[in-house]
């Protein structure tokens, strides 16, 4: 075994670190901050009580342990594993020393080969074997980097001067730099060793030999640098397209401006302008030759376009938000992302996930940044929201950006945090959307967006029903969710165009990548169900679909300035009536009132504590006053649809009761429904099919919680929850189904 390895077993069981022997573990075990990469971690609560870096270098060490080497090589590379990782130990007071003699701790792989300069206990000064060991450190793990996307092929220039100077012949560099990789890949993850091995070696030659692969394009660095957003279904290709057409148009607009009087004035340009191409080339021009850290973890979430306009950001280092205490002359050589980073994750029940509160207000705030006004003034858009470019002091070749909140956004999110899973976090949500005028509907859902979507994608089977109605060629669906209902169009009815509409940009962006992933041919816009004559042409529609999305813009969007409000349900209806062809459908499956609805229902919790669920709902529930008597025995008797439109959300449980509470699914009973739709769309409109039923699965999930009774206290079938109406579009034309 491994000396080091014996080193750490010796510190795991109890003992001290031999001093001054193994400097580096005294390092590592007595760091008092943990600089981990958060996307290789699972939960940040346990970082208090747990040492990542030390647990990653006794991985690499426990990989090197087992290869088949040479003593020289293992000798050479337990030396550089054990420093490697130095840069991100110490205690506070060790580090801010560290940093006032000219340590550079942000950029780790260079930190820790000072570190191993001033501390190492070789007994060596100025010797060939130390330089390539402290090479070594200096550049471990850049292969790596470099297949990322991360730093740029000169990153590795110090490994090819040590084969120019005769210090190593290139096949023995080989020898170290492939075991090398081995480890530091492999201690993140086997498979990701065995995926990108092939690749190590070939750039392991390239270095060695000192054969240049060729520059990467701008469009081949983002590339690499989306591998991650690529695999979870980022179509690459066409966000670049779409980004680097935006930039050309806003460049083709200036060289009009700038060359109208060239035009006038010279003839033999016979009014034609050459037009500069490749603006998104020109834009990232500068990030040629700079390394990036940390830029994955922190930005892995958000879109091609987003990514791009902080880059063109993180670059604007002359900008007014870099403070001029820190402004320097040298040049910048590393953009770090570490800060935000650290901003963009927190502990949600346990587990690490992203801070979608400050992820959707930093959406906000990039998807309404124009690209023209990056480094202008007005590139700030919100009080509460600033980007921010610094340099320290202590690493004047390094350019750090994150995005500032407020103090105010600050505690407002903090304060959403806390009120996770309590009453009070609806009101924690809604004073954010305020502050950020974010958008208050359903898709706003923060934790469990992607539950929600996977929810949807399993109601597969209540969705089909609708396909026997459907007609004509185009397909809307309205609120696609996650994308079930135009899967099940596309899968049996091939000669159908389904096309899904919503307004989230967020929604959107999932479905795109689902489409990529599973290769589907079915189509997404950005659109306003109250406005689809801007998005679709009228009188080209065969058929529009709402499915459990009306009571959503019934309970979400305000109509004169009130929300549950049923002239928004009859805008949606006309909306999508005015873009029918005659013969066209609309139909609707979604939540359905009883009736007679003075009907009184009467309930009995199986669990006490479940009836302080009903105390909480009637004070929360805002579409309506919901009524309720208390019985002698403890039951409750309640008008049958204010019972059913609580017991409705009462069954979502806890995790969801924060959302649904905000919904009134049933807004209408049968009659009314057939009467408001021929108001609303005239004697044109003809239902051809009106049902209604209990959808499945509430009869048991209410079955070991509640006993549903009549006014005397028999027990009595919950009443139907849901409709599906057809109504079509007549005239002299029809569609042919």
Sequence with gaps: MLTSLKAIEAYRRGAEPPVPAYTWLRFLVSAEERIVNLERIRSIHELADANPVLDYVERTLSILDGLKLSFWVK?????????????????????????????????????????????????????????????????????????RGEVPFEGNEPLTEIVKRGLLTSGELQSLLLPLNHCVIGAVSP??????????????????????????????????????SIRQGENFEAEYEKVAARLEAIERARVDEAGQTARTEQAEHNGQVSYPGHALERALQPLEGKTLWYVESALQEFSLEEVVKVFMLALQTGANTVSAATMTDEPVHHISFERLMNA?????????????????????FLRELAFEHIGTSRASVNPHLAYKVERSPSAADTVFFTFEFSAAAEKLIEFCMEAEKSPLYEKAVLLLFDLFELRRDAYDRFHNEEEYLETMNRTADYKSVMLEFITGEKVLDIGPGGGVMLDLIEERLPDKQPVGIDISTNVIEALNRKKQLEGHR????????????????????????????????????????????????????????????????????????????????????????????????????????????????????????????????????????????????????????????????????????????????????????????????????????????????????????
């Design 75 to 147: 000798e050479i590379l337990e030396t550089v594993l054990v420093w490697s990782e130095t840069a991100k130990g110490g205690t506070v007071r060790q580090r801010m020393q560290w940093q006032a003699d000219g340590i550079n701790l942000f950029v780790h792989n260079i930190g820790s080969a000072q570190l191993f300069d001033r501390f190492n206990e070789m007994g060596e000064t100025g010797t060939d074997k130390l330089l390539v060991i402290r090479t070594l450190i200096e550049t471990h793990g850049l292969i790596g980097q470099y297949i």
């Design 522 to 737: 079915w189509e997404v816009l950005k659109g306003d169900a109250l406005n689809l004559k801007d998005y679709v042409h009228p009188g080209t529609v065969g058929t529009v679909i709402f499915s459990s999305i009306l009571h959503e813009l019934y309970s979400y969007i305000e109509w004169n300035g009130s929300r549950f409000n049923r002239d928004t349900v009859a805008a949606a209806l006309r909306s999508a009536f005015d873009v029918l062809a005659v013969g066209g459908r609309i139909i609707i499956r979604d939540g359905i009132m009883t009736e007679p609805a003075e009907m009184k229902r009467r309930i009995r919790f199986l669990a006490q504590e479940d009836k302080e669920w009903l105390m909480r709902y009637t004070g929360d529930f805002a579409g309506r006053q919901i009524q309720v008597e208390y019985a002698e025995n403890g039951d409750v008797v309640m008008p049958v649809n204010d019972a059913m439109e609580f017991l409705y959300t009462y069954t979502w449980g806890e995790e969801a009761y924060v959302h649904e509470v905000q919904e009134q699914f049933g807004y209408f009973t049968p009659s009314d429904y057939a009467d408001f739709i021929g108001k609303v769309l005239g004697p044109e409109a003809v239902i051809v099919e009106f049902r209604h039923f209990l959808q499945e699965g509430y009869t048991d999930a209410l079955a070991g919680k509640v006993v549903f009774m009549d006014e005397n206290g028999a027990p009595v079938p919950l009443p139907d929850s849901t409709c599906l109406i057809v109504i079509e579009k007549r005239g002299e034309t029809h569609l042919d189904n």
């Design 191 to 228: 498979e990701l060793w065995n995926t990108v091995r092939s690749e190590v070696e070939e750039l392991a030659a390239n270095i060695s030999s000192g054969e240049h692969p060729g520059a990467w394009s701008v469009r081949e660095r983002l590339r690499k640098l989306r591998s991650g």
């Design 344 to 364: 963009m994750y927190y502990d949600y029940k346990g587990v690490k996930k992203i801070n979608v509160y400050k992820k959707r207000i930093i959406e906000k």
